[in-house]
């Protein structure tokens, strides 16, 4: 079991938007402001879209947006494209020994 | 280019040693920090162990703590991962990645803005 909670699945049509949730807790998620989130498409690594819970990389669509509320972050894909189908994980600093903690994933279908 | 590559992997038996290395390049290796990040076969993305950009402090997940080492030789811009006694569970593909910010620690205040392909290690008998 992950330590932080994300959808399996969730889907959407070109154009529209999506989110994808990651719930946490108040030693993670909920406690800090370092929520990153990571694109994988199959058989690739994983590529940064998000950091520090909204920053964008350079490079990252300005169709990818971050936010937070209390415990849960979420990853926002406005005007859905094909190539956004992939496998979305979030991650988290935590105040446990392990300090870095990821979210199952979630994978995106465009319909 | 940022360029990671990964090498060391391969079938190796229960309880036995491996010792992975990534070769960075295309950025000041000794200015990040840097970590090793696995996945297990259809499984999602594990975090396994960071180490600082001078190696100050170093970092490793619960499950693999007291087996597992991380060291980096800045002079050769290279990570490395010491690995023993191996279990099945740590049958996964295993990244190498890249710390965001410089002069970073290896906690997960830092995100991976870069990550290599990954070397698969298989742990079977």
């Known amino acids: 079991q992950s330590a932080l909670t994300q959808p399996a699945s969730v889907s959407g049509s070109p154009g529209q938007s999506i989110t994808i949730s990651c719930t946490g807790t108040?030693?993670?998620?909920?406690?800090?402001?370092?929520v990153s989130w990571y694109q994988q498409h199959p058989g690739k690594a994983p590529k940064l879209m998000i950091y520090?819970?909204?920053n964008r990389p350079s490079g990252v669509p300005d169709r990818f947006s971050g936010s937070k509320s209390g415990n849960t972050a979420s990853l926002t894909i406005s005007g859905l494209q094909a190539e956004d189908e992939a496998d979305y994980y979030c991650?988290?600093?935590?105040?446990?020994?392990?300090?870095?903690?990821f979210g199952g994933g979630t994978k995106l279908t465009v319909l | 280019e940022v360029q990671l590559v990964e090498s060391g992997g391969g079938l190796v038996q229960p309880g036995r040693s491996l010792r992975l290395s990534c070769a960075a390049s295309g950025f000041t290796f000794d200015d990040y920090a840097m970590h090793w990040v696995r996945q297990a076969p259809g499984k999602g993305l594990e975090w396994v162990s960071g180490?600082?950009?001078?190696?100050?402090?170093?970092g490793y997940a619960d499950s693999v703590k007291g087996r597992f080492t991380i060291s980096r030789d800045n002079a050769k811009n290279s990570l490395y991962l010491q690995m023993n006694s191996l279990r099945a569970e740590d049958t996964a593909l295993y990244y190498c990645?890249?710390?965001?910010?410089?002069?970073?620690?290896?906690?997960?205040?830092?995100?991976?803005?870069?990550w290599g392909q990954g070397t698969l290690v298989t742990v079977s008998s």
């Open positions: 991650s988290s600093y935590t105040s446990s020994s392990t300090h870095v903690v």
């Open positions: 990645a890249k710390g965001l910010h410089p002069r970073s620690g290896y906690s997960g205040y830092d995100p991976f803005d870069y």
């Open positions: 520090e819970v909204s």
């Open positions: 108040s030693s993670d998620v909920g406690g800090y402001n370092y």
């Open positions: 180490i600082s950009w001078n190696s100050g402090s170093i």
